[in-house]
């Protein structure tokens, strides 16, 4: 039976529409891009040169930094190289968001591009230059824990959804891996062997 037009199903049997998935990924990677930057120019312009700001007593602060280094103030001395690699990845999550066909990895990457599009675009555009400006974080849960930004935060849910979902062995393009080799083990048996018997 032929999948209607726009959709294509997958060896287990689910109809999935190709244009969903990626339309899911873009919505997602520009809303939180959005968010992110919107509230770091938020923070910037109500926290620079203030004290730490409690929002929920001895568990959360707003706490103006700036951020030279990656997620949650990891390889300070590394601005210019994690720009370029942080460039790598929207690249890579770019070039194959086309052949996403399941919505968890399109929430997934999304995720992943905003996260790396929010801090890349601190260090494009903030202070001290190009590739070396410093990312502006403002969100701190305890006292001990590093100071971050909604785009780690998009970045550290991007890792928990990819891993879950390559655990769970379904690819980007929505198909398992055992139904991959089930499909094989299938088409071997039903093909005649070297001496010409099936």
């Not at 689910?14 to 809303?31: E, G, K």
């Not at 620079?48 to 030279?68: H, K, S």
Request: glycine letters at 8%.
């Amino acid at each position: 039976m032929q999948a209607a037009r726009g959709a294509s199903l997958n060896p287990d049997g689910d109809h999935t529409r190709p244009r969903s998935a990626v339309r899911l990924f873009v919505v997602v990677a520009a809303l939180v891009w959005i968010i992110d930057q919107t509230t770091k120019i938020v923070a910037v312009d109500r926290l620079e040169g203030r004290e730490a700001f409690t929002v929920i007593p001895d568990l959360l602060w707003f706490n103006l930094i700036r951020n030279p280094g990656a997620a949650f103030g990891a390889g300070t001395g590394y601005t210019v190289v994690l720009s370029l690699v942080a460039l790598v990845v929207c690249v890579v999550v770019i070039r194959i968001s086309s052949r996403l066909r399941d919505r968890l990895w399109a929430l997934g990457l999304g995720l992943l591009l905003a996260g790396a599009i929010g801090n890349l675009t601190d260090r494009l555009v903030r202070d001290p230059g190009v590739l070396r400006g410093h990312v502006v974080d403002f969100i701190q849960v305890t006292q001990h824990y590093p100071v971050f930004n909604v785009a780690d935060m998009s970045l550290t849910f991007a890792a928990i959804i990819i891993v879950l979902r390559s655990w769970s062995g379904v690819g980007i393009d929505g198909t398992r891996q055992a139904d991959k080799k089930d499909k094989k083990d299938t088409k071997d048996s039903t093909n005649p062997d070297e001496d010409g018997t099936a």
